[in-house]
């Protein structure tokens, strides 16, 4: 249904280190990038995370209520996306769990990146 996902950034090399390690255990590699952007996807596909200086030259900002959901096939990597968020400086908005209030296989995790932005990474898979 989707063909990307765009969030601002302030400092796009900080930002790049910062998602390299967060979505390293998704199997995500850049596909993209240049002095505006960069974009993430699996190998060999098209970038489907971007982030980018704002196109208005404006700061960035993020919105209450809004928030970037990642799927992950299975709950080890949720943990590891989790973690590596945390190592690189991203504030923890919920350690990884089931949240069942959702359903019974939802197991997430919650974090701000550098910028503020609020990132989950989720399966819905058994474990």
């Known amino acids: 249904m989707y063909s990307h996902t765009t969030i601002g950034a302030n400092d796009l090399a900080r930002s790049r280190a910062f998602y390299d390690a967060v979505l390293a255990p998704l199997g995500h590699e850049v596909r993209y990038a240049d002095d505006m952007l960069v974009g ?22 993020v919105g209450n209520g809004a928030m970037i959901a990642l799927l992950a096939p299975r709950r080890s990597v949720v943990d590891a996306c989790h973690a590596a968020a945390l190592a690189q400086g991203g ?3 919920g350690a990884p769990g089931l949240r069942p209030h959702y359903h019974e296989n939802y197991y997430g995790a919650y974090f701000r990146d ?11 898979q058994p474990e």
């Not at 060999?44 to 960035?60: E, H, M, N, S």
């Not at 550098?114 to 819905?124: A, F, Q, R």
Request: charged share 20%; proline share 14%.
């Open 40 to 61: 993430w996807g699996a190998p060999g596909g098209p970038p489907q995370f971007l982030v980018a200086r704002p196109f208005d030259g404006k700061t960035p900002s």
């Open 91 to 93: 504030a923890d908005e």
């Open 114 to 124: 550098l910028d503020g932005n609020k990132i989950c990474v989720v399966s819905h």
